[in-house]
């Protein structure tokens, strides 16, 4: 069973631009949650969907966004990069139906931004 | 209150010691209390994970302590192998962890001299 991808699994960008992430779950994984690691605030939550709807989000500026398709997969989008969302991006898929699920996380997206 | 605190930031243990790492949360909603390994270049891995009716849980040479009323988890890995050598993160989250949404501590990275 392939597990979940990320794409790409690096990028460059420049101050202003935005960037498209990608995430395929594991196959049958209704949830998908995009993560942001970086040294100085570890792993925060962006947003969860589950079934094509934004069912959380974390504390982060409108500047992300994310969406699900009717397969699952996901993107989140990032308008107006700045320096400081040089970042990890991770995605995680689950079952997500009966709490306590496993959560599988991506290899993810290294983002720099210049 | 949404915080999740992790100690120490980096631990050294000679091959087949006890790796103790300890967490403390504030919000007393948590109610699913997951560990992550993480390997350079690799999204998180889930490990093990508690809920809050027990106070201690077992998996191989992997064991979770919880107490409730401290508000604090603790990770022992017994026997520790170099394989071990890992950053791990403690999390913590609401509805039984459904929605994806952990909050995670700061990590710990741990290196295991043979």
């Known amino acids: 069973k392939a597990g979940v991808t990320q794409t790409p699994r690096y990028l460059i960008k420049t101050r202003g631009q935005q960037v498209t992430l990608s995430c395929s779950p594991i196959?049958?994984?209704?949830?998908v949650s995009w993560y942001q690691q970086t040294p100085g605030q570890g792993l925060q939550f962006l947003f969860e969907?589950?079934?094509?709807?934004?069912?959380n989000k974390g504390n982060f500026p409108g500047r992300f966004s994310g969406r699900q398709f009717s397969n699952s997969r996901s993107e989140m989008n990032v308008s107006t990069l700045e320096l400081g969302d040089s970042a990890l991006y991770l995605c995680a898929s689950s079952f997500a139906d009966t709490g306590g699920e496993k959560l599988f996380f991506g290899s993810g997206t290294q983002l720099s931004v210049l | 209150q949404q915080q999740v605190k992790q100690s120490p930031q980096s631990l050294i243990v000679q091959k087949g010691g006890i790796s103790i790492i300890n967490c403390a949360y504030e919000n007393t909603a948590f109610d699913y209390f997951p560990w992550y390994q993480q390997f350079p270049g690799k999204g998180p891995a889930l490990l093990i994970a508690?809920?809050?009716?027990?106070s201690e849980k077992k998996e191989g040479r992997f064991t979770i302590s919880f107490n409730k009323s401290a508000k604090q988890f603790s990770l022992h890995i017994m026997d520790s192998q170099p394989g071990d050598s890992a950053t791990y993160f403690c999390?913590?989250?609401?509805?039984?962890?459904?929605?994806?949404?952990?909050?995670f501590g700061k990590g710990t990275k741990l290196s295991v001299k043979p």
């Open positions: 196959s049958g994984h209704r949830s």
């Open positions: 508690i809920r809050p009716d027990v």
């Open positions: 999390a913590a989250s609401m509805y039984g962890g459904s929605q994806g949404n952990l909050i």
């Open positions: 969907y589950f079934s094509e709807t934004q069912r």
